[in-house]
């Protein structure tokens, strides 16, 4: 079993920035992709960004040059910067990670509210 932590949402202003984070614990052996969804209300679940074991990333065209994932392979812990965030980035947002563990072969986080609104 692996268990995934999510911190570091809220409530912000349009323009301003937050930083989540979502930790993992458990029965890992490795980890290869590390990545951040998002649902907002009516919507289906969408991937925000992903970062493979070799460091490389991928984001959603609507948050390229906004967002910036990064992790922290000793700690097991994927980040996501949001900087200029929009009211259209109010979302729950959901890590998940993917690689060699004691049971399934991805986890999901319990998901972390995100609101953007003046």
């Known amino acids: 079993q692996v268990q995934l932590v999510e911190s570091g949402g809220g409530l912000v202003q349009p323009g301003g920035s937050l930083r989540l984070s979502c930790a993992a614990s458990g029965s890992i052996f490795s980890i290869d992709s590390m990545r951040w969804y998002r649902q907002a209300p009516g919507k289906q679940r969408e991937l925000v960004a992903a970062?493979?074991?070799?460091?490389?990333?991928t984001y959603a065209d609507s948050v390229k040059d906004r967002f910036a994932i990064s992790r922290d392979n000793g700690k097991k812990t994927v980040y996501l910067q949001m900087n200029s965030l929009k009211p259209e980035d109010t979302a729950v947002y959901y890590c998940r990670v993917i690689g060699n563990f004691m049971g399934n072969n991805n986890y999901w986080g319990q998901g972390t509210q995100v609101t953007v609104s003046s």
């Open positions: 970062i493979s074991s070799d460091g490389s990333t």
